[in-house]
């Protein structure tokens, strides 16, 4: 008997029903824009960026608000859009890398989202940050500490997510949506309302 090939199946927004918001969370290098946007074309859903979105809100860029507001002022105005975000349909939303380390925020996510933490060690996410301004939590003596400072500091946190995904240098970052979205799966298949209903389905579409 001849096996007959297997047609490749491509994980779709409407095979997944997905439920909740995926939401990345890591510290910043760790893709999770660059991934996320992949993602959503993956999944055929919308994909947003929460400092996109509080740069748009304030009519500032990110080292303008820490500078003139402070940094307690911006965390503040991204629990505020994160939260709003995540009442909107089902997405993927990247995260700047200390929204998940706010309690506040943290909560708004666990209750309304699926978290993902973007693993990479300090190598790979310097490598990524060194040549890109507009951090202002890098404007230091020695930024490359001062990341692997955070990184010990908030690894503890970020390890709370729902999901963990290693972000390694040289996967792809078509390799890495689909790893996510496998466990995404997976996830998302030991909670209580799975498999969802068609009309659920169709909900999540509208
Ligand atoms: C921050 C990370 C940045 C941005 C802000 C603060 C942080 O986002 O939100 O500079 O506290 O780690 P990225 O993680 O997208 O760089």
Redesign the pocket.
């Known amino acids: 008997m001849i096996d007959a090939p297997q047609p490749k199946v491509e994980p779709r927004a409407e095979a997944l029903a997905l439920r909740r918001t995926i939401v990345l969370v890591g510290?910043?290098g760790a893709g999770?824009?660059s991934v996320g946007k992949r993602l959503a074309t993956l999944l055929g859903v919308p994909f947003t960026d929460s400092?996109t979105r509080i740069v748009e809100a304030a009519g500032m860029s990110?080292p303008e608000i820490f500078a003139s507001l402070g940094e307690p002022a911006f965390r503040d105005g991204e629990r505020r859009v994160i939260a709003r975000l995540l009442a909107e349909r089902p997405g993927v939303l990247a995260t700047?890398?200390?929204a998940f380390i706010e309690p506040r925020t943290r909560a708004e996510i666990g209750e309304y989202g699926t978290s993902v933490w973007l693993r990479a060690d300090v190598e790979t996410l310097w490598e990524r940050v060194r040549n890109r301004p507009g951090?202002?939590?890098l404007q230091t003596a020695d930024p490359k500490a001062t990341l692997a400072d955070?990184d010990r500091r908030r690894s503890p946190v970020y390890a709370l997510a729902d999901i963990i995904v290693d972000s390694r240098r040289g996967v792809s970052h078509e390799t890495m949506a689909r790893a996510i979205v496998a466990a995404v799966l997976a996830w998302d298949r030991g909670r209580p309302g799975w498999p969802p209903t068609l009309e659920g389905a169709g909900e999540a579409e509208s």
Request: hydrophobic residues 40%; aromatic residues 0%; glycine residues 24%.
């Open positions: 510290l910043m999770k824009t400092d990110i700047g890398g200390g951090r202002p939590l955070l």
